[in-house]
């Protein structure tokens, strides 16, 4: 059963911090592109940030400059340094697996963390 496992979120103040852990199964941590998406009340669901195997990343725009996603492939865990955080940043956010192999496509949701800034 493909697991991942957020940790990290938690109530901040506007301009803290706060970093998101997410551990993966080996074998889909290796293969995957990892992401962090999130969901505020009331919205959809959008991309935050995403790391290639590679180590290529992407940002949303409206998180640029201000969050990093890293990925530790021996420890098959992502994370997401949120800096400079603001009310708006406010949100579940859930970490994802996207990848490709033996022949079909594969899309993994993690359960996720509530992250909650206040003004």
């Known amino acids: 059963q493909v697991q991942l496992v957020e940790s990290g979120g938690g109530l901040v103040q506007a301009g803290g911090s706060l970093r998101l852990s997410c551990a993966a199964s080996?074998?889909?941590?290796?293969?995957?592109?990892m992401g962090w998406y999130r969901q505020a009340l009331g919205k959809q669901r959008e991309l935050v940030a995403a790391?290639?195997?590679?180590?290529?990343?992407d940002y949303a725009d409206s998180v640029k400059g201000r969050f990093t996603i890293s990925r530790d492939n021996a420890k098959n865990t992502v994370y997401l340094q949120m800096n400079m955080l603001k009310p708006e940043d406010t949100a579940v956010y859930y970490c994802?697996?996207?990848?490709?192999?033996?022949?079909?496509?594969?899309?993994?949701w993690g359960q996720g963390t509530q992250v909650t800034v206040s003004s």
């Open positions: 790391i290639t195997t590679g180590g290529t990343t």
């Open positions: 994802n697996a996207k990848g490709s192999w033996l022949g079909r496509d594969r899309d993994y």
């Open positions: 080996r074998n889909i941590f290796k293969l995957s592109t």
